[in-house]
């Protein structure tokens, strides 16, 4: 998966198309990331103790990874990445600009 946690991103495809988001984790076998305050779905939450009141919550779903692209730190573009390697380390490489972040 060439997405990471912390990574700006734009959904692509969905009802949330166009939107833009940071990545709040990843899964990876799943194949799936969750952003910030895209996809949201309600939750019932059943109250826990005696005499507390059950609550309606929204949080935010996972989301396939096919349905979301990077956005270039560097050139702010919607971009495919790459992979560089410099020495023994792997580095994520921008399509259109070739920048390395």
């Known amino acids: 998966m060439k997405i990471k946690k912390g990574d700006q991103v734009k959904v692509i495809a969905g009802k949330e198309k166009g939107k833009t988001g940071r990545v ?14 895209i996809n949201m779905v309600h939750r019932h939450r059943r109250p826990k103790k005696q005499g507390e009141k059950g609550q309606v919550i929204e949080i935010s779903s996972p989301m396939n990874v096919s349905n979301i692209m990077l956005l270039c730190p560097l050139c702010s573009k919607v ?23």
């Open 79 to 101: 971009v495919r990445v790459g992979q560089s390697v410099s020495g023994s380390r792997k580095e994520r490489k921008c399509k259109k600009c070739q920048g390395t972040f």
């Open 24 to 37: 709040i984790s990843t899964i990876p076998s799943g194949g799936k990331v969750v952003l910030d305050g």
